[in-house]
């Protein structure tokens, strides 16, 4: 089709308060399958107040895991999916409870469940053969818009790629600012710096048209009020507005595409296990050239809020590191040709990507 | 739940063409029940280019329907199903073509076809006790966000109600604006204004958040460009704006209420048949004490246009009929209540709504 014909999350529930409300959500899903849910859950809140908060039953799985080490891998999700398969056989959902890694595994594990054979298989746009099992999101730090996105980004032994179908779209997203007040404020920044950056890439670039600008423009106006007007900084009302702001940025994504900050920072975070905001805070820093209002502005909200980010990261990697992330960032043609138009084959060559890495 | 989970329409196309994509949409949905489609189209359409593009089999039923007679009726969706069912059985879908009349009779078809008895029955929220059939809305004027909502609005004997459950909410909705292009341009405001007016209703009461805020202050700013600022007009452009306005301007609405401008437009439609958004017009242009810069720049976008709305209205009501309309009016107090706060009973009392109904 021409027009692409976007699958929306099946239901939401926004509000202060509103993670309450995620076993009479779940309930009426119990009778599905297995009967029983997975919870998929940030190592961060082991042992903290949220794991009372639960309302899990005592036949559900709980994974805690660390997302720190590095991002989602194939490997991980596969070796999850056959523990989970042959511990309780199929469930009647997958809760993910943490950040876009955290989403993201739970979105693929709701897909790898019911697809055979490794997720490597599936990395791409439809690959999946059979709908996942039922999955809710509740995200705790907001900005990566992997709460509404039909991505669920892995990295494997090739490539860093999504599964990406309309299965993947979560089924129900609780989004409770309450959760993402706890957020240290490195990443909190970085985070809502991912949406900033959809925005900016959503909106400059060919494939943008109203209804992804409508979007972009007002998650780009959401994004001033949180890290830069007045009342700037993390306090409820802002944690409020981030968290439709990065459900907005992600939306303007539907009808657009990421560009050269997001191509390159994929290569940055496959080679060296980079963290997926982290990395595009590292990168759009150096982008003046390409995004010159959003980079000004970012430097501004960097000042604001005191982040250090690191120079000179590039003095450490050699041609051929140079090389290999340069491949990773040259191998997702549409970031280019929606950043740089029908002929960015003449812009975006090896040589150019490498020297847009050695700015860094 | 204290906080509302909402659904979501399934899936959304958008784009100018988008609607040469309606067959191939729906032909995975074709071996569903008895193997045709319905389509409910406005009467505006009948012999004009639209017909040619449907792209529909000889097995599906086509209705055009007149919505300017009146609003949609119980009587009328009762008697529609009725002649559907003993025709040719339960259908794959329902396909409405039109404006958010049509929209509401595809969505309150869609669901009685598979609930017995009146759809009277059915008026108000979460009564409907069966999944209807699968609905695909195509708008053809925008701004009511009936596209977007879960309610489908019908007259009955007794009160002008919505049928609203998750069910209602489309599974389809295909926003092609190039389908608005020939709205006249008295319609093309009426409609507009109704998006103009649900957010600032969304926005001016108790029951709004973060959520409703981000969404209606959103397409009110779309609003502006359509229909205010030095492009405004009737164009391809704004055409595709106002497409996601209406949309916007209908999730504005998930997390917050309508208010005093609705409340008396349906006990004026409800009276005098009055269609909802010119009532709406008629109406909110008296509301400056409630709505002070809202009113101000509606009145610049009717200078703007050369719209003029009838005056002196009220002159041939006499007390019997402010009556009936103003029970109809009192009879919603959740709009009172979140126009006027938890003590609204005293102020929007029946001798204050029938002042208001007077200021026409």
Known sequence: MTHKNFKNIDRVTYGRGSFSQLGETIAPIRSENNR????IIDQYFHGKDLHARLQNQP?????????DPHEPTTEQIDQLRDKILSEKGLPSGVIGIGGGSIMDIAKAISSMLTNEGSSTLYQGLNLIKKAGVYHLGVPTISGT????????????????LGLKCDWTVFNQ?????????????????????????HCIESHNGIRNNAFSLAYGDQALHLCREVYLNEKAGQSPDNDDILMVAS????????????????????????????????ANCLIFQHLEDIYPQ??????????KHKIELPQNVSKDW??????????????L??????????????????????????RL
């Open 59 to 67: 036949e559900d799985l709980i994974y805690y895991i660390d997302v």
């Open 318 to 331: 050699d041609e051929a590191t140079l090389d290999k992330m340069a491949t990773v960032s040259y191998n």
């Open 333 to 358: 043609p549409f970031m280019w040709q929606h950043a740089f138009g029908d002929n960015y084959k003449e812009i975006a060559t090896m040589d150019y990507i490498k020297d847009l890495f050695r």
């Open 36 to 39: 029983y849910f997975v919870y």
């Open 173 to 197: 997203v609780i989004l409770d600012p309450e959760l993402i007040a706890s957020v240290p404020t490195d990443w909190w920044f970085y985070a809502g710096m991912d949406t900033y950056i």
């Open 247 to 278: 459900l907005m940025g992600g939306l303007s994504l539907t009808y657009s595409e990421v560009g050269v900050c997001h191509a390159l920072s994929y290569g940055l975070s496959k080679i060296h296990g980079t963290r997926h905001c982290y």
């Open 294 to 303: 959003g980079v000004k502005e970012f430097k501004e909200m960097i000042r």
């Open 145 to 160: 818009g992997a709460e509404v996105s039909m991505t669920a980004v892995l990295t494997g032994p090739e490539k860093k």
